[in-house]
Every structure is written in C-alpha cells, then in structure tokens.
C-alpha cells in the first residue's frame, strides 16, 4: 500500500478581514480571506499548459493584473473556535494560537470573462461567475506580534465540485483535488479604514450581527494530498 504524499496544486495571494475583538481573545471571532488563485498544478506541471496565464490578457492590460483581472478567485469564510497565548501570566511576550470552527468553507470560483470590477473590497464580486468547487476548511494559526506576522495551516476535503473549461482543457477538482493542506504566510491585522458588515449567511449567520474591522494581507500555497 503506497503511502500518500504531497505534491504542489495551488497558488493563491488576497486580503483577509477579520471581525474585532478583545485582545487576546480570538474566541468565535469571524474571519474571511478573499483569494486571486494564480497557479494550478497536476503533478506538479501547469493544469492548463506551460506559461498559461490565469489572468484574462485584455483585462490585464486594460485594468492591470490583480483580482479584477483573474480567471479563478476563492474564499475562505470561517469563525476561530478557540484559541489561548504562550505569555499567560508572564512579562514574557509569546504567540497567539488557535483553529477554526468545522463550519469553515473553502470556494472556488471562475470567471470566463472579467471585466476589470472586481475588487477584494466588494465581497460580491468575488462570488461572480462560476462555484467550481466547495472544501469543508480545518484551520489552524499561529500568530507573532513581535514580528508583526502570522502563519496558517488548513486541511481540506472536497465537499462539491463542478467541472469548468479553460485554455481548451475541462477540469473537475474532485479529480485534481479531492484533499488538499494549505500553508500561507500573512501580516497581523490592522484596523480597516472601511469596516464591512458581515453577511447573515453560513457560517456567519450562527452568531448574529457583527461587523469585519479589520483587513490583512495573506498568501500561499496549498498542495493536493494523493
């Protein structure tokens, strides 16, 4: 029986915002990170062909390159379960860590054409065009306030997928990524110049009004676990 391995599967990069609370507490604090997805492997060569580009060539030179500009885009909402600090009861500073709530979701959406609108500022941009795959999200973070940064780590397993065209090439991630694990590297949060309500939808919706105060940025890779 071959042992499973990890093998390279995605690149994404995007913005995180996050719902104030005091400090020290991360308990039930409700978080969101929207992602401009701009590389997908399968056995570690492109999925849709050497130096394809993920970004649609007339938005990017209208518009630029970014999320307005992408074909593929995700979110991953959650709320933080629990958490606890290693400077309890000490003048010595340590770090913060926690993991998330089973509720926590992982999206993939593609966009055939993008019109240069979407911004990580405008939620419902990011859920335009095409729901290609859903993941049950299991994270887990680890965060430095000497440094000013955070490290994260996610386990995903595929909940629903629905195959999408691109480059001449259809996919489906139940067959490229039925599971995958997530390593990203992000800046600490810092209280955002425009706050956001949070949406009264799952899985926000089980902890009632709120508001998303603060922003950070945050990327990695995820790697399929075949």
């Given amino acids: 029986m071959n042992s499973p391995h990890l093998r390279l599967a995605m690149q994404l990069a995007g913005r995180g915002r996050l719902e104030g609370h005091p400090p020290g507490d991360v308990d039930g604090a409700r978080f969101e990170g929207r992602f401009v997805v701009f590389g997908l492997f399968d056995h570690d060569a492109p999925v849709f062909g050497e130096d394809v580009s993920l970004f649609a060539a007339d938005a990017v030179a209208e518009f630029g390159r970014g999320p307005q500009s992408a074909h593929l885009v995700a979110i991953r909402s959650g709320i933080t ?97 039925p599971a995958m694990v997530e390593m990203s590297h992000g800046h600490n949060p810092e209280p955002d110049p425009s706050p956001e309500i949070i949406p009264d939808e799952p899985p926000f919706s089980s902890r009632g009004p709120g508001v998303f105060a603060n922003r950070f940025p945050v990327g990695g890779t995820l790697f399929a676990l075949t």
């Fill in 81 to 177: 379960l629990e958490g606890f600090v290693t400077d309890h009861d000490s003048d010595f500073q340590g770090h913060t860590f926690g993991r998330s709530s089973s509720e926590t979701r992982f999206r993939v959406y593609f966009d055939a054409s993008p019109d240069g609108s979407r911004s990580f500022d405008d939620r419902a941009s990011f859920q335009r065009g095409e729901l290609v795959a859903t993941y049950k999200a299991e994270e887990f973070f680890q965060i430095d306030p000497r440094a000013g940064v955070f490290d994260t780590r996610v386990n995903y397993s595929l909940l629903e997928s629905t195959p999408f065209t691109f480059n001449g090439r259809t996919i489906d991630f139940a067959d490229l990524y």
